[in-house]
């Protein structure tokens, strides 16, 4: 079957520009919600992944979610600190912190209006398990005071939360001495400070996790088995990276399947859009596709031809759609994550994946409202082609 140019194609398109553009113009739009929504699940995802070490464990009491629902007594925490398979630093301690996590409310700048923030006991040996915290301003808390570093997302988003200020609450005044940057992880979400003092200050007698570094990663499933034998623990051993992505979960599949169910809806106006330019361009060109047929070219090479350039229309609204969206990665957001009710700061992020998946929905599009115009071109008679041009 003898195929017509793709120059005839795109020059046709050329031609109504104008009426290209608007149309095009609509798919972008339904391109820009469809890639934002994925990108915003992708940088959940990332940012709370990021957030845990391969070689980490974390221990939680057994069937919490989240930190916050957890309790770990003190003599608990010194039973798994006994246990083999712990690495050590320069001074010979164990490498592992033993951290009670609360939630506060404190009040945005700007606004005002509160939001709940992570804050988190930790020490020296805290920040040796994280290696991507880093202070960028001020110095580490000294240990049993009342000062407290916050994660540059905080230290930006909240009264108080900057370097030099004072936050209140537990009922008493903290100092900011410093803040950090975790890499974009949800630690940039979080106030740290002394474990003692935080337990003390919230009158709490447990933490609410362990964190560990191993020795060697293969030992992780000697040391889970070891936890959860011990009937004095009722304690649950994880990857620290797998808990990190579990905590994604809910929020990200929940912004996906909404932002999808949104995109599918107004998929509709666009495909009925394109439906409608293709449509015209049909009854424009009634006396082309008479030539074309009378030139030889049969049926399925103007079906071919007329949708090919429906899915050409909808791949520009990608691609301007898909540039729009792009620029979302320059945008700092926050939300509320749903396995911990605390804020969370993230950013937009575009991967070749959702590119692929961009660029396939919006010729699908195409395809969908470009095939019916098509089928009726093919099905016109070369006759009464020749006859209405």
Do not use: H
């Amino acid at each position: 079957m003898k195929a017509i140019p793709l120059s005839y194609i795109a020059r046709n398109l050329w031609v109504r520009r104008v009426t290209t553009l608007l149309t095009a113009g609509g798919m972008a739009l339904v391109v820009y919600v469809f890639a934002t929504v994925l990108m915003m699940s992708e940088g959940i995802r990332s940012t709370l992944v990021a957030t845990g070490q391969a070689d980490n464990v974390i221990v939680l009491r057994k069937g919490a979610g989240a930190e916050i629902n957890s309790g770990i007594s003190r003599g608990q925490a010194a039973i798994v600190e006994s246990l083999p398979g712990i690495a050590t630093d320069a001074a010979g301690l164990p490498l592992l912190s033993k951290e009670p996590v609360v939630l506060n409310n404190l009040p945005k700048r700007g606004s005002g209006k509160p939001s709940n923030v992570t804050v988190r006991g930790s020490s020296e040996l805290g920040l040796q398990l994280r290696p991507s915290l880093r202070l960028i301003e001020g110095r580490m808390f000294r240990a049993g005071s009342s000062e407290i570093i916050t994660g540059r997302a905080v230290a930006q988003g909240f009264q108080g939360a900057g370097l030099g200020e004072t936050l209140r609450f537990a009922g008493r005044d903290w100092t900011v001495v410093g803040v950090f940057d975790a890499g974009g992880s949800a630690f940039d979400s979080e106030i740290w400070g002394d474990s003692e003092q935080m337990l003390q200050a919230f009158r709490r007698d447990a933490f609410s996790s362990v964190v560990f570094r191993l020795q060697d990663q293969a030992q992780f499933e000697a040391i889970r088995a070891a936890i959860e034998a011990d009937p004095r623990l009722q304690l649950e051993a994880k990857p620290e990276i797998r808990f990190y992505a579990e905590q994604s979960e809910a929020l990200a599949t929940f912004i996906s399947i909404l932002g999808t169910s949104l995109s599918v809806v107004f998929s509709i106006g666009a495909i009925v859009g394109a439906m409608i330019t293709m449509f015209a361009a049909v009854a424009s060109r009634i006396g082309e596709i008479g030539t074309l047929r009378a030139l030889g070219f049969r049926r399925g090479a103007v079906l071919l031809a007329f949708l090919l350039e429906a899915m050409l229309l909808s791949l520009i609204g990608g691609l301007l759609g898909l540039a729009a969206a792009s620029l979302m990665q320059t945008v700092n957001i926050s939300t509320t994550n749903f396995q911990t009710f605390s804020e969370l700061a993230f950013q937009f992020r575009l991967t070749p994946a959702i590119v692929w998946k961009t660029l396939l929905f919006s010729l699908f599009m195409g395809f969908v409202g470009g095939f019916i115009p098509a089928w009726r071109a093919a099905r016109l008679k070369i006759v009464d082609c020749l006859r209405a041009a």
